[in-house]
């Protein structure tokens, strides 16, 4: 039913013999293109002494016509939000930082402190602001190198995804 209306064969070899086509079109493509210097600017690089795919930069795009409005509306309504601090109470209300665990055999940090670096790390890796940036502005009393140790060893991959369940890592959801 789907492989019908999604104009796909049922039969693997019909399949996977159109990707082929289609693969091969596509790279012929590219091969013209860097010829003849009409790719926008790709080019086939090496890096690492291996061929790399080299995509330039897109250019800014123009603000979209009515986000100013959006922006000037939500301002209206609830004023301006500080999401540090709303990363703040709900940590406070959830206690989601409990789910950080060290990769450390043994913690030396007190538990507020840890939460106030956990709170500016998971705020700096959220904004994309960098850790640099957020240790020289606000006065958090936090500085670079004590951020980016709490980011080393207490912000991994399984404990961001125990962190939104309140469960210590390595417990099934």
Same mark, same amino acid.
């Given at each position: =039913? %789907? +492989?019908? $209306?999604?104009?796909?064969?049922?039969?693997? #070899?019909?399949? &996977?013999?159109?990707? !082929?086509?289609?693969?091969?079109?596509?790279?012929?493509?590219?091969?013209?293109?860097? $010829?003849?210097? *009409?790719?926008?600017? @790709?080019? &086939? &690089? #090496?890096?690492?002494? !291996?061929?790399?795919?080299?995509?330039?930069?897109?250019?800014?795009?123009?603000?979209?016509?009515?986000?100013?409005?959006?922006?000037?509306?939500?301002?209206? /309504?609830?004023?301006?939000?500080?999401?540090?601090?709303?990363? !703040?109470?709900?940590?406070?209300?959830?206690?989601? $930082?409990?789910?950080? $665990? *060290?990769?450390?055999?043994?913690?030396?940090?007190?538990?507020?402190?840890?939460? /106030?670096?956990?709170?500016? @790390?998971?705020?700096?890796?959220?904004?994309? =602001?960098?850790?640099?940036?957020?240790?020289?502005?606000?006065? %958090?009393?936090?500085?670079?190198?004590?951020? /980016? %140790? @709490?980011?080393?060893? +207490? @912000?991994?991959?399984?404990?961001? /995804?125990?962190?939104? *369940?309140?469960?210590?890592?390595?417990?099934?959801?």
């Amino acid at each position: =039913m %789907h +492989y019908a $209306t999604l104009a796909k064969p049922l039969d693997a #070899t019909e399949f &996977i013999a159109g990707l !082929k086509a289609r693969m091969q079109a596509a790279l012929d493509k590219l091969n013209t293109g860097l $010829t003849h210097g *009409s790719t926008g600017g @790709v080019r &086939i &690089i #090496t890096r690492g002494g !291996k061929p790399w795919v080299s995509v330039p930069k897109l250019d800014k795009l123009p603000e979209p016509r009515n986000l100013g409005r959006l922006k000037a509306e939500v301002q209206r /309504r609830w004023g301006t939000i500080d999401l540090l601090d709303i990363l !703040k109470d709900t940590a406070f209300l959830t206690d989601f $930082t409990d789910a950080f $665990t *060290s990769l450390a055999t043994r913690e030396v940090l007190d538990r507020q402190t840890l939460n /106030r670096r956990l709170l500016l @790390v998971l705020f700096v890796l959220g904004t994309n =602001m960098g850790i640099r940036q957020r240790a020289t502005t606000g006065d %958090h009393g936090q500085n670079k190198a004590a951020l /980016r %140790h @709490v980011r080393a060893t +207490y @912000v991994t991959r399984e404990n961001l /995804r125990a962190a939104p *369940s309140g469960s210590p890592p390595g417990t099934p959801i």
